[in-house]
Nanobody, 133 residues
């Protein structure tokens, strides 16, 4: 059974940093893409960053240059380093993976901001990130 468990959320002031972690078990790690999504109440869950099995990464424009997605293969863990956080980054953050999604698929869809949450089959429970001004 595939399990993804996030940790690392919390409350910070604007300009601060947080690092989210996602431990993956019961899955052929490094198949397809792994991604971070975020969701605010009343809105769709939207992709933020993705790291694919060919080593490529992609980010949505709003976090480019501030967020970094990475992984520790030995520990089957995905990370999201978030710097210079802004109040608009406040959301529940989810990690997700699916071996059907790879970088050519993301590019064919028009970029990570066009990828739907439904394109990913495996999800963590989410971790809250709150950024105060």
């Amino acid at each position: 059974q595939v399990q993804l468990v996030e940790s690392g959320g919390g409350s910070v002031q604007a300009g601060g940093s947080l690092t989210l972690s996602c431990v993956v078990s019961g899955y052929i790690y490094n198949s397809g893409c792994m991604a971070w999504f975020r969701q605010v109440p009343g809105k769709e869950r939207r992709g933020v960053a993705a790291l694919c099995n060919d080593g490529t990464t992609t980010y949505v424009d709003s976090v480019e240059g501030r967020f970094t997605i990475s992984q520790d293969n030995a520990k089957h863990t995905l990370f999201l380093q978030m710097n210079n956080l802004k109040p608009e980054d406040t959301a529940v953050y989810y990690c997700a993976t699916d071996f059907h999604v790879n970088m050519p698929v993301i590019q064919a869809l028009g970029g990570l901001d066009r990828v739907r949450a439904a394109d990913f089959n495996y999800w963590g429970q989410g971790t809250q990130v709150t950024v105060s001004s």
